[in-house]
């Protein structure tokens, strides 16, 4: 992912240099807009906006097992210190007033960009999830629903969509921890088939950090915790966002 981001940075003509020098990661510096505090970071983050729609809440299509266990999760956050993550259609949503570093961004005259989770409009059918998150341990929680649109063997998901769901998981987790923005490396073991329409549990934690290195682990499991479907590592770069100046 950080690859094709220098490709198209390349593309712009704004970073040739990149492809014949070393490359230099760039520090995090503690007095940015987010400075070093998780509790900012989130606060920015899961901000509520009230013009976009947040696809991270109940829907008709949700299965008893993730409607029970989200309703669980929501208690937790008035007690325990879980935080509801919302799910905008685009992460541009989630990052607005904030500059991408290294000029990633791509201007365009399209205006519906969609992260892949969120591709389709249609409940029950796509990508049905949600994201609890819980700062000061640095963990959190993904309730995943697939639908019919992400069969792979006949009433079973693909596992690339397991994958990718728990891609977005992790790098969720992975900016909300500690500024984690790039995937650098992921890794997938499949256990068993997870049936459509059914309810995945992703229990996320983030083992380390050095280096400017971000470790995640993943376990995704059934809601009893008896059926491990897949285990999951991935390791991010930290690289934080810069506030744009007021115009």
Known sequence: MIRRGFQVAAGLGR?????????LLPRINPASAFGSSTDLR??????????LKDYALPNASWCPDMLSLYHEFLEKTKTDDWVKVPS?????????????????????????WRIITRCTEVEGQGYEYVIFFHPREKKSVCLFQPGPYLEGIPGFAHGG???????????????????????????IK????????SLAVLNINVEKIED???????????????????????VFLQMQLEEESPQ
Not at 44 to 50: D, L, S, T, W
Not at 96 to 109: A, H, I, N, R, W
């Open 15 to 23: 970073h040739r240099a990149l492809l014949r020098a070393p490359l």
């Open 42 to 51: 989130v606060s920015r983050f899961c901000r509520p906006k009230a013009d």
């Open 88 to 112: 905008f259609k685009s992460n541009r949503h989630h990052i607005q007033g904030f500059k991408l570093p290294l000029g990633l961004e791509v201007t365009s005259d399209k205006n519906d």
């Open 161 to 187: 969509s397991l994958a990718t769901m728990t891609d977005e998981a992790f790098s969720k987790t992975a900016y909300l921890a500690g500024e984690g923005l790039f995937t650098l490396n992921f890794s």
């Open 190 to 197: 499949y256990k068993n088939f997870v049936p459509v329409g």
């Open 212 to 234: 400017q290195k971000m470790y995640l682990s993943c376990i995704i499991q059934s809601r009893d915790q008896q059926t491990v479907y897949a285990k999951a590592s991935g």
